[in-house]
Structure formats: C-alpha cells, structure tokens
C-alpha cells in the first residue's frame, strides 16, 4: 500500500496520510534511522480500524522528498519558503474555480515551479501550461487551473534544487477552463499581477479587455497586427484597455516599460486562434469536465454504498451486543451462583476441605431418608431445564439448517445466472445478517447480469440514446471489461444506427486529395475532419491548425506523400488516446455538412472507419478510449511511437 501513504513534516510533527481501501483492520508500522549508529530503528506500531473504504482509490503521485515524503523538502538548512494560505500540503480541490497557493520568501532566491498530472498507474503529464507565478514583495503566488480531474504535483525549485511540493486532489473541472498565457520574460517580475485575460487563446475577430496591475510602469503594450497601449487608470496601478483582435491567427504580446528604461520587456504572449479552432479547444475541455462530473457521481454512489455498509454494519454489532447484554440479564441469577460456588470451591480446596462427591445416595435393603420432597422438586426443575435446553438446541440447529439452505438457494441461482432467484436468495442471506465474500460475489454477479439485460434490451430496441445510456451506466459500476463483448457489439449497433446515410467507409483516393488541394479557404467542417485524419496518421493539432500548413502537407510527393501515409495506416499502431481526440473532433461536425462535398464525406468515412478498425483490432475497453490526447499528450505519443511505422509528417 506503499502508493496509498504519504506523510509530511511541520517542525516536529509528522502528519501521516493513509488512503485504506476497504473495511478492515490494518497493521502500521514507523520506522526511524538513528543517526549515531546509521541503523534502521522502530518508533511505533499502529493497529488502525477502519469502518469503511474509501470510495476513489487513487495512487499518490510519486514524490521527491525522502520516503515519499511532501511539504518541505529542505530537510537540512535554512527554509527558503513558507507556506501562506496551504500550510497542508496536501490539498483537496472541490471546485472547478481557479487555485491561488500564495506562500512566503525567507530568503532571496530565484524560484521556478512546475505542475504535473499523475495518471493511475503515476504516468506523469506536465501541465505547467495552466500555472502562473506571480510576485509581490516577499509573497509569492501560484495561480493553477486544472484541465483533468485527479492527482496533481506542484514542484517548487530553486538553483536545481526541488524545495516544496504539494499533491492537489481536483474532483472537478471547468468546462471553459484553458492554460494560462505563456510567460516569457526570464524572471518573475516584482509587482507584476495579470487580471485579465487570464486564458492564453483569443477569439479571432473579437474586442478584448486587457487589465494588469503593475505599480513602476512606464507604459504598458498589446502587439499583435497592431499596436495598443494600455492607459493607467488614475490614482491606481491598474492599466486597462479594450482591444481589438485580428481575423488571423497570431501570437500577440505583451510588452511592459518600467521606470525610465525605454526598453520594452516581453512579458506575455497569447495565441489568436479562430472560432472553429477554439471550438475544438473548448469540445475537448467539456469532455473532460462531463466526464469529471461522471467520476464524481460515482465516487458519491460508491461513498454512499460505504457509508449505508457502515451504518448496516454498527447496526449488526449494536443488535448482536444487545442481544448478549439481555442474555447476560436474563441469566444474571444463575452466574452469580455459579460464580459463588466457584469461589466457595476454591476456598474449600484452599482449606483442604474437600469432599468427595457421593457415587451413590442408595444402600441396598435400607430405606434412603434423603429424598424429601424438596429434592423431588428440585429434581424436576432440573428435568425442566433439560427439556428447553434441548428445545433451545433445536431451536439453533433449525436456523442453522435454515441459513445454510439460504446459502444452497444463493449458489443455485448464482449458477443458473437468474436475476430474479438470485435477488431473492440475496435478499433472504441478508436476512440473516450474511455479508461476507460469497455475498458480495453474488451482488457483483447481479449486478452484471442485470446491466447486461438492460443493454441487450436497449440494443433491441434500436434507440440510440438508450444504448448509450446503458453504456453509460456500465461504465459507472465498472463493468465495461466484464462486458467488453456486449459493449462493442453496441456501439457496432450505435455506428449502424447513427451512421451517415449514402457514406460507407472506404480509402481516400487521388481525386478527393485534388478536390481538398484547390480550397484556399475550405469550409470550417473540412478542416475539422482534416484534422482528425491528420492525426490517425501522426500529425498533431498544433501542426494542423493552419489550413496553409494542412496544403503544404498534401503536396508532399515521394514516400512521405499524405496518401502513400494514409493507404499505409496499420489499425494495430494507432494510440487509444490519439483515437479517442480524433473521435471527439469528427463528433463535433455536423452531420448535414458531410452531404455537401464529397471529400469532407470521404475523409469523414475514412477516419471513423480507422476508428472503429483500431478499435475492434485492439480489443480496447471503454477506458482506454475515455481519455482524448491534447497536444501536449500528442507530442509525447508521436515522440514516443518510434517504432511506429506513421512517421510525421509537416
């Protein structure tokens, strides 16, 4: 459990975090190093009970400090920061709002930070993008957005030398949320706080208000095709403008004077990007954000299942205490006599005065005066209560009987595979206060079979939205390897049912590349779906966003022709994550485009057919398909696929 344990120190204490995965007793052990005898030492052993699991288990981002540990990683020396706002660092994130981690300089030092996303298997992606420092005096902000829901690692360095990190626990996304414009001047700037815009891309075409706050400035510029200057507004540090932005897409900067220097320093660089181009940018991240907010429901149903196991669970052991408690009551009498005969036994055996018990009250010929009448009685008494012991025995061995005839009706169910027996039996064994493994088997066995009923009906039925609905749900309850078949004969059903009438998937030939060749400015559509195929062959968004570059690309002639790359696509190469962007890309055309050209149509067949191909090729599961690559993921992949026979190409 190594990756579910993180732990940080604050001057003498130790703060440890323990993310335990189900209901249980758990043994923890601390281990210290002396430092006279260099030896591993024991500082103390825990016994933890745990009345529940936690319902996301998440393994911790690797860490820098030793032994795992975060906060602090200056161990020996002078601290260089404090932490202001966060003194934990270990933060949990409930918002999709922006995250401001202000912390205090103790010492005068040139600071960078970087930030990473860790996948569930700690594979780390550098979201740095969406991080901006800020520096006033001796506190130093780090303004954070966060495009993923999951664990991220803030990493603050100084010389080299990583100092303090922080886990960030984000449970929710916006769905507007983009990375921060791109700092370019070499160090932070003193005094310097960016208000607005925060987000790096600006709609082409558009007027933007831009508004910094910076107290020793000369003047403050916006260059893009042109040149606007901010005005200061009075008695403030705070300059402002509205500006107007360019049909093309450009970087514009932002340049900055201070004092009485008349050299401009380049501060901040934004992006233009067009109406479709930023369209793809906000798709990707409302896919991330829907399916934030999908983990998140079920986080709550399994937080909710937990806490109703819990609840169930103190309700069992207080039921089972009251039970012992009012036997204990009802049989008070009869143990204290027993323990004083016990005790006047020991006594007697102390003494030495122990007799012998009578073998044998009769004498043969003789008349025996010890049976009275009060002996008499008490001999019946004891007949009595021999006569409801043995009905109390049977009374036991007949709910034995019972519970195990339960558990026989269970396992026949279980093996008939009937949702209806088998939710019934279910229902007796919890009668009986059952919980154990093969309960739990038999409820995750009706869980399944129940999906899968309601799948094969939704198919039946040939109603897209309940298909996908079923889907959906099966995913939740994280049952889409069980039914990895099912799933993919729906979305065959789904590819069917929602496919483009008159369009079947076939290979792009020389005459559709002519048509696409002659557009000098092709329609938004063509250009989205020419992404998508640019991409299944190695090309990254950020290479196609221009339509010039995408037409240099297809009069490339010789073994790195587009079309010689596109006849040579290999189902078995492609990456889920590439296939899963490419697919929200092409979900977002319109359908009704696609009949007006027939080159948009064909590369439109062409990619989701490649999709569906890998796919299929591949046996993914729904998971590996549930995560699109963006750009930076993009890099990464084709850096990485070398062996890859797609080259890039652009």
């Not at 960016?194 to 831009?210: D, H, K, M, N, Q």
């Not at 999906?451 to 049952?479: F, H, N, P």
């Not at 590439?578 to 485009?593: G, M, N, P, S, Y």
Request: a negative charge; glycine letters at 4%; hydrophobic letters at 35%.
């Amino acid at each position: 459990m190594k990756n579910s344990i993180r732990h940080y120190v604050t001057d003498d204490d130790v703060t440890v975090l323990v993310d335990l995965p189900q209901f249980g007793q758990y043994f923890y052990k601390i281990l210290g190093n002396d430092p006279t005898t260099n030896q591993s030492i024991e500082l103390g052993n825990f016994i933890i009970h745990s009345d529940r699991g936690v319902a996301e288990q998440y393994p911790y981002p690797r860490c820098d400090g030793p032994d795992q540990q975060v906060g602090d990683l200056s161990i020996a020396g002078e601290k260089l920061l404090l932490p202001d706002s966060h003194p934990s660092p270990i933060i949990v994130c409930e918002s999709a709002d922006e995250l401001v981690i202000r912390m205090k300089k103790a010492q005068e030092a040139i600071f960078t930070a970087t930030l990473r996303f860790s996948s569930e298997n700690q594979m780390e992606t550098d979201y740095s993008d969406y991080l901006l420092k800020e520096q006033i005096d001796t506190n130093l902000s780090f303004r954070l957005r966060f495009p993923r829901v999951g664990l991220y690692k803030l990493t603050i360095e100084t010389d080299g030398k990583k100092i303090f990190q922080y886990i960030i626990k984000v449970k929710e996304v916006g769905s507007r949320t983009l990375p921060y414009p791109r700092w370019s001047f070499g160090k932070l700037l003193d005094g310097f706080e960016l208000l607005e815009p925060i987000s790096r891309y600006l709609e082409a075409g558009t007027t933007v208000r831009f508004k910094v706050r910076m107290a020793e400035a000369g003047s403050v510029l916006v260059v893009g095709a042109k040149v606007a200057e901010l005005r200061k507004l009075e008695d403030s540090d705070i300059w402002e403008e509205d500006v107007i932005i360019d049909n093309e897409e450009r970087d514009v900067n932002l340049f900055i004077k201070t004092g009485d220097t008349s050299e401009r320093k380049l501060l901040l660089t934004y992006q233009v990007k067009t109406e479709a181009s930023l369209k793809l940018l906000l798709d990707e991240q409302q896919f991330l954000s829907r399916k934030g907010k999908a983990q998140a429901s079920t986080v709550t149903q399994k937080e909710d299942k937990e806490t109703k196991e819990a609840e169930r669970r103190a309700k069992e052991l207080q039921k089972r205490k009251r039970k012992e408690d009012e036997y204990f009551e009802k049989n008070k009498d009869k143990f204290d006599e027993e323990e004083k005969e016990f005790e006047q036994r020991e006594k007697e055996a102390k003494k030495g005065k122990l007799e012998e018990d009578k073998v044998d009250q009769f004498s043969p010929g003789k008349f025996d005066d010890s049976i009275t009448k009060e002996s008499l009685q008490e001999l019946a008494n004891d007949e009595e209560k021999n006569a409801q012991k043995r009905i109390q025995d049977w009374q036991i061995l007949y709910e034995e009987l019972r519970k195990k005839m339960a558990r026989e009706r269970l396992h026949q169910a279980a093996v008939a595979r009937q949702p209806d027996g088998l939710r019934a039996a279910l229902d007796e064994c919890y009668g009986y206060g059952f919980d154990d493994k093969e309960t739990r088997l038999a409820e995750h066995l009706l869980i399944y079979l129940l999906a899968k009923q309601e799948l094969k009906t939704a198919c039946e039925s040939e109603d897209v939205a309940k298909i996908e609905k079923a889907i959906r749900k099966i995913e939740c309850d994280d049952l889409d390897e069980a039914l990895e078949i099912e799933i993919k004969e729906a979305r065959r059903k789904i590819w069917t049912l929602k496919g483009v009438r008159g369009i079947k998937p076939f290979d792009i030939d020389r005459q559709a590349l002519s048509e696409v060749k002659k557009y000098n400015s092709p329609s938004p559509p063509l250009h989205i779906v020419l992404q998508a195929t640019l991409l299944l062959i190695g090309v990254d968004e950020n290479k196609s966003s221009e339509w010039k570059r995408c037409q240099g690309m297809m009069t490339t002639v010789g073994k790195n022709s587009l079309l010689r790359k596109i006849v040579g696509v290999d189902p078995k190469t492609l990456h889920p994550e590439i296939c899963a962007r490419a697919k929200l890309i092409l979900d977002a055309v319109d359908k009704a485009e696609l009949k007006r050209g027939a080159a948009v149509a064909t590369f439109y067949a062409w990619s989701m057919g490649v999709i569906e191909d890998a796919r299929e090729v591949n046996e993914w599961s729904d998971k590996e398909l549930i995560t699109p690559a963006d750009v930076f993921r993009q890099r990464e992949i084709f850096n990485q696929s070398n062996s890859s026979p797609i080259k890039q190409i652009g």
